[in-house]
């Protein structure tokens, strides 16, 4: 690891400026899930996910960023973790890669919605990267709010179908490149809710409606008009680069073996929905759109739960691709 760490510091500055960015973690957060993964992979599933990665036609992107002096295994972790963030750095491929809906967050029934056939599909899919699981803290009633379909649940049961089966490698290197990334997506707690309220009878899109003071986003226009989705996406970090995530990872607890052997994402949902209620729409982030000011106590427990999110879904990846990958 001490010469991965001088091989990635060397080349950091060109990681920076090949890096785009993301969303539902920022591509740190999603490396470092990959990460935590990666160290948990027995080594024939780790040459059997280098092998199919191979086949994604961003690689020759990814490459780019590792050092040519990178070992083999040190080339193998990395692509793992980049792989992580493809499903984010589509939505900057607007020449190949287009939305399929009038906004592309909202499913609209078409069957493209669904389908699954690999890397001839050019959509975004950006209804792909969340649940929006209805709540309301003033009394608005949910009860008929339907959560759209398909989503992250819906996408990582059909993925992992095709990983345990005997389908083409084609198709599973497609389906991988995206179970690597919604799997990290589902432990971010607001990509496993929406709240709506009295003046949002629509819901807040996962707290990107309500502004917020106090942090100031990398990715966002300007101090007090920040969004709270924007806030959670970055506590692991805002650093594009492999060097950060493997540095911020290797700090990280790790993963209560009990929780990492729950493979159920009905129940990863309701982990982060329960995570949304007691530490994202807690105080300061009262009802309505804000803006509200981030306090340090607010800041501090946020951290808390980013940093045993991205651990456990590391551990839960590790463990679905030991067991059902074929």
């Not at 991205?310 to 030991?322: D, E, P, Q």
Request: net charge neutral; proline share 5%.
């Amino acid at each position: 690891m001490r010469r991965l760490h001088r091989l990635v510091a060397g080349s950091l500055l060109l990681i920076l400026f090949y890096s785009v960015p993301s969303y539902g973690w920022f591509n740190l957060g999603h490396m470092a899930v990959a990460y935590v993964a990666y160290q948990q992979l027995t080594q024939d599933k780790k040459d059997r996910v280098d092998a199919l990665l191979a086949m994604n036609p961003d690689r020759k992107n990814w490459l780019i960023l590792i050092p040519a002096s990178a070992s083999d295994e040190d080339r193998k972790l990395m692509i793992f973790m980049i792989a992580a963030t493809w499903p984010d750095r589509i939505k900057k491929l607007k020449n190949i890669y287009s939305n399929d809906t009038k906004n592309g967050d909202v499913p609209d029934g078409k069957p493209s919605n669904s389908q699954n056939i690999g890397y001839k599909d050019h959509f975004m899919h950006k209804y792909w990267h969340f649940v929006d699981t209805p709540f309301a803290q003033d009394g608005t009633s949910v009860k008929h709010k339907k959560i759209p379909q398909p989503n992250a649940e819906t996408e990582i049961a059909a993925f992992r179908a095709v990983m345990a089966s005997n389908k083409p490698d084609a198709l599973k290197s497609y389906d991988l490149s995206w179970l690597l990334h919604l799997v990290g997506d589902v432990h971010q707690p607001l990509h496993a809710t929406t709240r709506f309220g009295h003046g949002q009878p629509n819901g807040d899109a996962g707290g990107n409606f309500v502004k917020i003071c106090g942090w100031q986003c990398p990715v966002c226009d300007s101090k007090c008009k920040d969004e709270l989705h924007a806030f959670w996406d970055g506590l692991p970090g805002d650093n594009d680069s492999p060097l950060a995530a493997i540095n911020y990872a290797k700090k990280l607890a790790a993963a209560d073996a009990t929780l990492a052997g729950d493979l159920l994402v009905a129940d990863w949902l309701k982990e982060s929905v329960n995570d949304a209620k007691q530490f994202v729409y807690v105080d300061p982030i009262l009802l309505g759109l804000g803006p509200f000011t981030i306090t340090d106590t607010y800041r501090t427990n946020a951290q808390q739960v980013a940093d045993r999110r991205v651990a456990l879904a590391g551990a839960r990846l590790a463990k679905i691709i030991n067991e059902e990958l074929k």
